[in-house]
């Protein structure tokens, strides 16, 4: 048996080995301890109502434990803790992937296979949120299964699904369906192009319908100092009306040397449930930015974003690098009777001391239409590592 250490996390890796000997007599084993935090704060204006928010939290702080049984199988346990909130399971799989075959089984709690930054580790995505569609048509984890193939320029994966394992409320249960493919038409040392597309169905419990809403861009704008000002921080929502809905999704990636541009679109159809009238929704970004000192890189197995590549790290030598972004986001929740319009401007700023280290600086200007406020500005920033 094989065990990897990283950061301070001897105990837990002492524990995990020890459960997992017998397992190790038998056929090699691999174990792989690590984690990251990161720490948000946000100063932000927000406008009709008016008032100043100023606030923080530990947005991620997260532990894993992830490898290898035999050449065929692989795992990942992860669990996350944020300000407020208790530990949480994020990942927790086992999959299956047989040599010489092209294909691997997934079973346990993942994400859906749906989206070019949804599939992102947060470490790696752009801005410090992801685009608001995202989080308003409920792209999450739950327990599934899912069959996928690859090759060194595509990627297909099919999943079935029922709840997310950390839901208390049994009214939020319900079932999914979801698929993505992604394609590299072009994959060079210097430029790679790649395209996909994402589908879900997903319904909910018969005793509570879905809604759709979103927060002004900064997730630390859901604390308590908004609290009166916003509903949970959302600055735009439907309200519950929906028993099922389909999510459509395409997105494109450029990386070319040190500049990189990307975006999504996503079209939601929700069945309003009883009678309620059902609602045709949108929602997508568009981005594009420069890195010095390193370049943007490419997860061929996973079809997404995967660490930044930093040239000179600061402590050996060099600065790290530096990441400059511009993005335009937009959500559109208004259509049969339904309200809420959501444009974001968000410009951004990361420094990479080292490739698992990063300081974020982003600037947004939202304007809501037919929202619980007119507009909020501000400044949120991030300190993240990993270990």
């Known amino acids: 048996m094989t065990v990897f250490l990283k950061g301070g996390a001897a ?29 948000d704060y946000a100063i932000a204006d927000i406008q009709n109502p008016d008032v100043d928010v100023t606030a923080s939290e530990v947005r991620r702080a997260r532990l894993f434990a ?49 989206s070019l930054e949804e599939e992102a580790s947060s470490r790696f995505i752009s801005t410090i949120e992801r685009g608001a569609f995202t989080d308003a048509f409920g792209l999450d984890r739950r327990i599934g299964v899912s069959v996928g193939t690859g ?9 079935v699904y029922g709840e997310n394992i950390n839901n208390d409320d049994p009214k939020m249960d319900g079932k999914a369906i979801a698929a993505r493919a ?39 704008l859901s604390s ?54 059902n609602g045709s929704f949108g929602g997508g970004y568009i981005e594009g930015g420069i890195v010095l000192g390193g370049r943007k890189t490419y997860k061929a197995s996973g079809g997404t974003f995967n660490r930044m590549k930093v040239d000179n790290p600061f402590g050996s030598g060099g600065m790290g690098a530096l990441a400059l972004v511009a993005r335009y986001d937009t959500i559109d929740l208004e259509d049969n009777g339904y309200t809420g319009k959501l444009d ?3 410009l951004g700023a990361d420094w990479w001391p080292t490739k698992q280290t990063r300081l974020r600086i982003n600037y947004f200007d939202a304007d809501a239409t037919n929202g619980a406020a007119e507009s909020a500005k501000g400044v949120t920033a991030r300190v993240g590592f990993d270990f």
């Open 151 to 159: 090759g060194d320029n595509y990627t297909l994966n099919v999943g």
């Open 11 to 39: 105990v837990s890796a002492l524990a995990i080995s020890l459960a997992f000997t017998p397992i190790a007599a038998a056929q090699d084993a691999t174990i792989q301890i690590g984690g990251r935090l990161m720490l």
């Open 224 to 277: 308590e100092n908004s609290e009166g000002v916003l509903s949970s921080g959302r600055i735009i929502n439907t309200g519950n009306f929906a028993d099922s809905d389909n999510f459509y999704g395409a997105e494109g990636l450029v990386i070319h040397n040190n500049l990189w541009a990307a975006g999504e679109y996503a079209i939601l159809d929700a069945k309003g449930s009883g009678t309620n009238p």
């Open 344 to 346: 974001t401007v968000i």
């Open 182 to 220: 992604t394609y590299l038409p072009i994959k060079t040392d210097e430029t790679l192009l790649h395209l996909g597309a994402s589908w879900r169905y997903r319904d909910a419990n018969s005793a509570s319908d879905l809604r759709y809403r979103q927060r002004p861009y900064a997730h630390v």
């Open 66 to 114: 992830k490898g290898k049984y035999g050449n065929a199988i692989s795992y990942k346990f992860e669990f996350n803790h944020t300000t407020g909130g208790d530990f949480e399971v994020t990942d927790g799989f086992v999959q299956f992937a047989p040599e010489n075959q092209n294909f691997k089984v997934k079973v346990g709690h993942f994400k859906t296979h749906n």
